[in-house]
């Protein structure tokens, strides 16, 4: 009786670990996207700037 208690609570924390693992994952997905979207408005503004910088000079 105790034996299948403790099988159903290793079982848990099994599944437990492996759901962590995934939201982990998740989050290490979203924030390289997120990094990456912040990446490319940086480069879009420093283009702009500099097109705009480029014009004023002529």
Do not use: W
């Amino acid at each position: 009786m105790l034996f299948s208690v403790i099988k159903k609570i290793d079982k848990i924390q099994e599944i437990n670990e492996k759901s962590i693992k995934r939201l982990l994952f998740l989050r290490i997905g979203i924030y390289s996207f997120a990094s990456a979207v912040l990446k490319l408005r940086i480069l879009r503004l420093i283009t702009v700037f500099l097109n705009t910088s480029i014009l004023v000079f002529m």
